[in-house]
Nanobody, 134 residues
Framework: QVHLVESGGGLVQAGDSLTLSCLVSGRIDSTWTMAWFHQAPGQEREFVAAITWGGGTTSVADSRQGRFTISRDSAKNTVSLQMNSLKLEDTGVYYC???????????????????????????WGQGAQVTVAS
């Protein structure tokens, strides 16, 4: 059982930066992949970024390329999402998710495709609200 707790959400102005953190507890090792998803009001949950716990392989959604960065600190058991140049459409709840995926990034293309599916993640945090105001 993996337990995920997000923090760092809040109200910011458009153009500001914000960093979300996900504290991970439970049996997690290099075979796991962590991800962030965003859910705007009335919308489906969408992929934002993913990272392998062991090798640091990362992937960021095209819509966030150049603005968002995902990282992990295995010593602190955290996964972070650095968000820069925030836009109004970034408003919503951000969820941390985890899935067991041994050898997943050996085929980078397959890993990227698989990590974008919210239904493939069995473990989720409670979410962190981010509101971007104009």
């Amino acid at each position: 059982q993996v337990h995920l707790v997000e923090s760092g959400g809040g109200l910011v102005q458009a153009g500001d930066s914000l960093t979300l953190s996900c504290l991970v507890s439970g049996r997690i090792d290099s075979t796991w992949t962590m991800a962030w998803f965003h859910q705007a009001p009335g919308q489906e949950r969408e992929f934002v970024a993913a990272i392998t716990w062991g090798g640091g392989t990362t992937s960021v959604a095209d819509s966030r390329q150049g603005r968002f960065t995902i990282s992990r600190d295995s010593a602190k058991n955290t996964v972070s999402l650095q968000m820069n140049s925030l836009k109004l459409e970034d408003t919503g709840v951000y969820y941390c998710a985890a899935r067991y995926m041994p050898g997943g990034d050996r085929n980078l293309g397959r890993w990227k495709a698989a990590t974008r599916l919210p239904t493939s993640y069995p473990d989720w945090g409670q979410g962190a609200q981010v509101t971007v105001a104009s």
